[in-house]
């Protein structure tokens, strides 16, 4: 299968929640490659890196999200950029 790689910005209560730390556990169980980094605007924002059928998971597990978020929005656009191995937390952009 080919890898595909997806950039995807989660709007709603995600900061506080442990969303980037939830999306690194999740994101890692299926094995997709990328990152997660909380936004100045109050949103989440990764790129998805692997198979399609798993990036495909991984965006519907962010429409939900961890217990405590309230997820109103999931943009989704293409990562046209190469994507490093293994899942990583990054800083506030």
């Given at each position: 299968?080919?890898?595909?790689?997806?950039?995807?910005?989660?709007?709603?209560?995600?900061?506080g929640?442990?969303?980037?730390?939830?999306?690194?556990?999740?994101?890692?169980?299926?094995?997709?490659?990328?990152?997660?980094?909380?936004?100045?605007?109050?949103?989440?924002?990764?790129?998805?890196?692997?198979?399609?059928s798993?990036?495909?998971?991984?965006i519907?597990?962010?429409?939900?999200g961890?217990?405590s978020?309230?997820v109103?929005?999931?943009?989704?656009e293409?990562?046209?950029?190469?994507?490093?191995?293994?899942?990583?937390?990054l800083?506030?952009?």
């Amino acid at each position: 299968m080919s890898q595909q790689a997806v950039h995807v910005r989660i709007v709603g209560r995600v900061q506080g929640v442990w969303y980037r730390g939830w999306t690194v556990d999740a994101a890692t169980s299926l094995g997709l490659s990328g990152w997660v980094r909380n936004r100045r605007d109050g949103s989440v924002e990764a790129v998805f890196s692997g198979n399609q059928s798993a990036i495909d998971q991984m965006i519907e597990k962010c429409r939900i999200g961890p217990h405590s978020a309230r997820v109103d929005q999931v943009l989704v656009e293409p990562e046209n950029n190469e994507v490093q191995p293994g899942f990583n937390q990054l800083p506030t952009d």
